[in-house]
């Protein structure tokens, strides 16, 4: 996948996520959603992984790890990408 296809890809599992995740604020006990929330949050962190990996930090703090250089500002800043 290039950087692009796996950012969509990213942000179609994160809705599923998110959808998930609203739908067990009001159902909390559905086994069916409970299941569905961990393959999603499980396949959302190894595509998180993977494209950090390939591309560099998704986000600029907290879990992406700089150890040996800030790697955030090797990429073009958000308003500089065409």
Do not use: R
């Not at 959603?33 to 998704?58: C, I």
């Not at 986000?59 to 800043?77: A, C, I, L």
Request: no cysteine; charged share 20%; aromatic share 14%.
């Amino acid at each position: 996948m290039n950087k692009k296809q796996f950012l969509l890809q990213l942000q179609a599992v994160n809705l599923i996520a998110v959808d998930l995740h609203l739908f067990l604020d009001t159902h909390p006990d559905n086994k069916e959603a409970l299941n569905d929330y961990e393959k999603v949050s499980k396949q959302y962190q190894s595509l998180k992984q993977q494209y950090e990996q390939q591309f560099g930090p998704l986000v600029s703090f907290g879990y992406s790890s700089s150890v040996e250089h800030y790697k955030w500002v090797d990429e073009p800043w958000p308003w500089q990408n065409k």
